[in-house]
């Protein structure tokens, strides 16, 4: 279910995408020896004289190589927005194969690697390398990206509807309280950050008129994922090695983690259950001291079906003492001391990871 939904995200742009950014840069000439005593084009210091700012946004970019100014003039369009490149070395691997390959495009290399949001993939996808110029020396290249605004309107529109229809199919399922539905919620906060992006991108492009009335945030979509959880009885039982846990110890520090994350304390009738091994041994030692070793391992399954919902959760180690009595208590607290520290954490990035 996780990879579908995956899926769904990952092919929701699939097509809005357009090769007007990616397209063949501008053709470059060598320019003759009387141009190359020209003085820079007025576009280089505003590059506003070309395009009006009323119809356009624009940035110019400059490098060691044309490739690099172009690279940088679509950053520095994206800078305008708010937004930046969050993985340069992604982005200029998208470049070289887009104006390389024109087989290849935007939204092809976006679908594998969605290390780029859609309100900035939106921007990518719509703005175009309009000029582009070298110094005398031709160490020094320049290059400006346009991006119009009429366009900028018509594509996050689009994207902005593709992102409500995800967000309606991902959490249209019978039952919501599960950790499923959990998991669905908080996919659809990521979109609505997604969102709430290509928003603030309409208002900057003159688009606030077409902007869909009553669209929910990150924060009510996190809200619901939070109530979900509450409705989710999870059991904590001890499956092998519970005479090693007479105290209740190792038990209360997996019921308590639990608890803190959000859930439910269960019985046996829970969907969920958080099944326990604990094995406690000695170690024998050449010195005077006695060692005990624990090795804890705790699985969060669905009950009916007995597949793990996370990763296993496994610790051990060993305490030492005089007697091996003593120091099997030692070994138990610093298990529980452990799991207090540790386990929390851990499954919120477990459960976060949820797709």
Known sequence: MYKLIAGILALSFCGLCFAAC?????AYSPPSSA???????????RPGSLYLESQYVVATGDGKTMEEAQYKARANLLGIFGMKLADESVIAEMFRQTTTNSNTTWSDTVTSDRRISSSAEGILSGCEIKENWKNDRGNEFYALAVMEKAKTISIYNDIIARLLRDITEIINIPNIN???GYARYRVAATIAKDIDSCVNVLRFAGGSGSIPAGLRSESQYMADASNIIKTIPVRVTITRGSEFDSEGRIRSAFGKTIGEVGFRTGDNSSPYVLEVTLVLSDVDSPNQNKFARYEITANLIQTNTRQGVVPAYSINGREGHLNHSEARQRAIRAAESKINSDYKELLEEYLSQLR
Do not use: C, F, G, L
């Open 35 to 45: 141009a190359n005593r020209s003085p820079e084009p007025e576009w280089i210091k």
């Open 178 to 180: 599960t950790i499923d």
């Open 22 to 26: 990616v397209s063949t840069p501008a």
